[in-house]
T-cell receptor, first 116, second 113 residues
């Protein structure tokens, strides 16, 4: 059972370049989300999705786009990379349990992005 | 908005010592509360959770009690091991928040033999 798979694990970009971080989950979870992790900042929510075709902004959405065409995939696009987007990015997925409480978030192993 | 505050700074302690990491929250209503752990080079894993006031979450010798009166969810372990060295994050899920977890800044815990 692969869980949440992120690619690539490492990427170096130049300012202004674009790229897509891929995220796939095989647990049939409705919810998927992207976080960035920066030293001393914890994790901050970039975008999230409650199901195929539905996305919404989190705390720090500027400079990023997402789409959710299937339940399994939730790619994160950087439109024009900036040094401020140097970070470790985590994709996560979850379901909601039968009592309506939030389910456990399952995280990928992270993608370390450096923008020069 | 809803937020979580963790105590500042890394925590360094000897093996078999007691660990406490403080976590307080600000939220409307009764959010669900979580502790996640991140081992070096890995993603976060759920350590424990509590979904209503006075609930106690526990796992791997760690415990945390959801205290509505003090808006706290402190993490405790009576006797730590070197393998507990990791970063620990407190988090909350707002009521009807669709799993939009808000995380604290995390605490690095280093256990020395």
């Amino acid at each position: 059972n692969a869980g949440v798979t992120q690619t690539p694990k490492f990427q170096v970009l130049k300012t202004g370049q674009s790229m897509t971080l891929q995220c796939a989950q095989d647990m049939n979870h409705e919810y998927m989300s992207w976080y960035r992790q920066d030293p001393g900042m914890g994790l901050r929510l970039i975008h999230y999705s409650v199901g195929a075709g539905i996305t919404d902004q989190g705390e720090v959405p500027n400079g990023y786009n997402v789409s959710r065409s299937t339940t399994e995939d939730f790619p994160l696009r950087l439109l024009s990379a900036a040094p401020s987007q140097t970070s470790v990015y985590f994709c996560a997925s979850s379901h909601q349990d039968l009592l309506g409480s939030p389910g456990e978030l399952f995280f990928g192993e992270g993608s370390r992005l450096t923008v020069l | 908005g809803d937020s979580v505050t963790q105590m500042e700074g890394p925590v360094t302690l000897s093996e078999e010592a007691c660990l406490t990491i403080n976590c307080t929250y600000t939220a409307t209503g009764y959010p669900s509360l979580f502790w996640y752990v991140q081992y070096p080079g890995e993603g976060l894993q759920l350590l424990l959770k509590a979904t209503k006031a006075d609930d106690k979450g526990s796992n791997k010798g760690f415990e945390a009690t959801y205290r509505k009166e003090t808006t706290s969810f402190h993490l405790e372990k009576g006797s730590v091991q070197v393998s507990d060295s990791a970063v620990y994050f407190c988090a909350l899920s707002p009521v009807y928040g669709n799993n939009r977890l808000a995380f604290g800044k995390g605490n690095q815990v280093v256990v020395i033999p």
